[in-house]
């Protein structure tokens, strides 16, 4: 009797592995496929894990010596993998199927969040656009790609905001974002076209750029309707320079605010050459515009760039306060106060962002800007 007991139990176990190693190399191949099905690529962080999982479930443990010092990407892509040596290729294909699985999964919710839109307004990949009582809400929704905006993205909110100005039942217009980053600014994606350095490639993508980016700045010039900006984390180029243009800003203690122009070969937009000056003194807007210096918020708040600081943790509760009492406020009231903030403004701002967009125009084709992003996508790649 035991020694049939004996026989079943090693039966079972004998048989274990090989069911498993089927099941995970049948998931493995599925997921492989997946992996294309991604509406965007993963950040590198998750693509070293992504390689590392691979060659493991491929190779098995680490084969040859170290990348040399000045092999960045081999290097890193080595060190990635080493640190799965023991694993079974079994357990990397297993691994490698749940991470893209993952991957798929946040994705998907994703998509379906940035579904939700207003009728009337076209479903956008990365953005939201609801409405909440009296309150008219954007909210950008890209976080795995730290809401860097897109070329839709940049025409939904244009539209969004007119649309808002068109709505008679909101009184508010509340900019946000999902995620840790309020938004990484312009992706440097979208010039993908121009790394081929064909100068009518790129004489093309500069004049489309100019005029999407046009529409998008005017969008925020003309908006009627009280502008609040909620920025719960880090904010770079377009995301700040447009804030010039806002009548309440709130910021999380963890935000920082980054205007890398000069080291990306390009120049101010969003009218910030007119607004940061006007907010905050010639000498400021400098430090801003001119050396790219990175501010917290704290030293936002001193420079007049936002309204109030608040603790992370408070953020949330805060924010909600705040855009609940504009909302509470006569709406034509609104409107006709803020046109007269607005009114001796409005026709520079106009000419500063279309002169703005001009200049960017030709440092995008020029080749300073040009070696810039090339050597931005190489390191995305990485």
Excluded at 69 to 97: C, N
Excluded at 371 to 381: D, E, G, V
Aim: positive net charge; proline residues 4%.
């Amino acid at each position: 009797m035991l020694r049939n007991i004996t026989k079943q139990l090693s039966k079972t176990c004998i048989g274990a592995p090989t069911n498993y190693r089927f099941f995970s190399s049948e998931s493995f191949d599925v997921a492989q496929k997946n992996l294309k099905k991604l509406s965007e690529e993963p950040d590198n962080s998750v693509k070293l894990q992504l390689y590392a999982l691979f060659k493991q479930s491929t190779s098995g443990d680490v084969q040859g010596n170290r990348p040399g010092m000045m092999d960045f990407v081999g290097r890193a892509k080595y060190d990635a993998w080493k640190a799965l040596a023991g694993k079974t290729k079994e357990q990397a294909q297993d691994d490698y199927a749940k991470l893209v699985n993952s991957l798929l999964s946040e994705d998907q919710k994703v998509a379906q969040s940035s579904s939700a839109t207003l009728e009337g307004l076209k479903p956008v990949q990365g953005l939201e656009v609801t409405k909440e009582g009296k309150i008219f809400k954007i909210t950008l929704n890209r976080p795995q790609k730290f809401n860097a905006i897109t070329p839709d993205m940049y025409n939904g909110i244009k539209d969004a905001l007119i649309a808002s100005n068109a709505d008679k039942t909101t009184s508010v217009t509340v900019l946000s974002a999902n995620g840790a980053y309020f938004s990484a600014g312009n992706d440097l994606t979208n010039f993908k076209k121009a790394a081929s350095g064909d100068p009518k490639i790129i004489k093309e993508m500069a004049e489309d750029a100019k005029i999407l980016l046009k529409n998008f700045v005017d969008s925020f010039v003309t908006h009627e309707k009280p502008l609040i900006g909620l920025i719960q984390g880090p904010a770079v180029g377009i995301s700040v320079t447009v804030l010039g243009m806002f009548d309440y800003i709130l910021a999380s203690d963890k935000a920082t605010f980054h205007t890398p122009f000069a080291p990306l070969g390009q120049s101010p937009e969003g009218a910030s050459s007119y607004t940061f000056p006007l907010i905050m003194g010639p000498l400021r807007a400098s430090e801003l515009l001119l050396v790219c210096k990175k501010i917290t918020a704290a030293k936002a708040h001193e420079y007049g760039l936002v309204n109030e600081v608040v603790a992370d943790s408070e953020f949330s509760a805060t924010a909600a306060k705040i855009v609940e009492g504009f909302s509470t406020l006569p709406p034509e009231s609104l409107r006709v106060n803020k046109t007269l903030l607005r009114h001796l403004h409005r026709e520079n701002l106009l000419k500063t962002n279309e002169h703005e967009c001009e200049v960017l125009a030709q440092r995008w084709q020029s080749k300073e800007c040009h070696q810039a992003i090339a050597a931005f996508l190489t390191r995305s790649k990485k």
